[in-house]
């Protein structure tokens, strides 16, 4: 398996708090990305990173903010939780473009 | 003319069945093709991928089927199993690009 490890796994969290959700990858990919999986929708794109502090905005971007200070770790701020915030989350890796993409187990958001 | 639309949205097939699941794209840019399965609880995975260069490529029981004048592809499980229930992305993406386009994603149900 590739070496993608999201934590934490499960959160439950309040409305206006935030939330950071960590991202750490031993594949030296340059390429890495956050979605969010909801029923109906698919894989939306939050961020994503095309290097060391090289960011920028997916569809889904409102209430998000994303850092990368390594290559390894990809994190994923959300700066006041909202009920509508709560989804899955992804983190995703890429070598280079055309090749296999691969994906962590996901992050189970709640927010009440 | 970034979407790759995906149909059905699910789809339910007999075991032993030929499973069918389409998509079909605007941006001839595009030159990957891929396939991810995904199972309840996991991330995707990478189940199978083709370059426009050929018109299907076979992996066991699945095979891309690629149609590059309609820009349509196509995903058939043969022989579908239980194991097989899963939901499927398409994606497309293109070489001087790393940002995949997701279908929606496909559901798929084998009844025993």
């Known amino acids: 398996d590739a070496g993608i490890t999201q934590s934490p796994r499960h959160k439950v969290t309040e409305t206006g708090t935030p939330v950071t959700l960590r991202c750490h990858q031993t594949?030296?990919?340059?390429?890495m990305y956050w979605y969010r999986q909801d029923p109906g929708h698919g894989l939306r794109l939050i961020h994503y990173?095309?290097?060391?502090?090289?960011?920028d905005k997916g569809e889904v971007s409102d209430g998000y903010s994303v850092s990368r200070s390594k290559t390894e770790d990809f994190l994923l701020t959300l700066e006041s939780a909202t009920s509508s915030q709560t989804s899955v989350y992804f983190c995703a890796t890429l070598g280079a473009p055309n090749t296999e993409a691969f994906f962590g187990q996901g992050t189970r958001l709640t927010v009440v | 003319q970034q979407q790759v639309k995906q149909s059905p949205q699910s789809l339910i097939v007999q075991k032993g069945g030929i499973s069918i699941i389409n998509c079909a794209y605007e941006?001839?840019?595009?030159?990957?093709f891929p396939w991810y399965q995904q199972f309840p609880g996991k991330g995707p995975a990478l189940l199978i991928a083709?370059?426009?260069d050929v018109s299907e490529k076979k992996e066991g029981r699945f095979t891309i089927s690629f149609n590059k004048s309609a820009k349509q592809f196509s995903l058939h499980i043969m022989d579908s199993q239980p194991g097989d229930s899963a939901t499927y992305f398409c994606?497309?993406?293109?070489?001087?690009?790393?940002?995949?386009?997701w279908g929606a994603g496909t559901k798929l149900i084998i009844k025993p």
């Open positions: 994606a497309a993406s293109q070489i001087s690009n790393y940002q995949l386009i």
């Open positions: 594949e030296n990919h340059r390429y």
């Open positions: 083709i370059r426009p």
């Open positions: 941006n001839t840019a595009f030159d990957y």
């Open positions: 990173s095309y290097g060391v502090k090289d960011t």
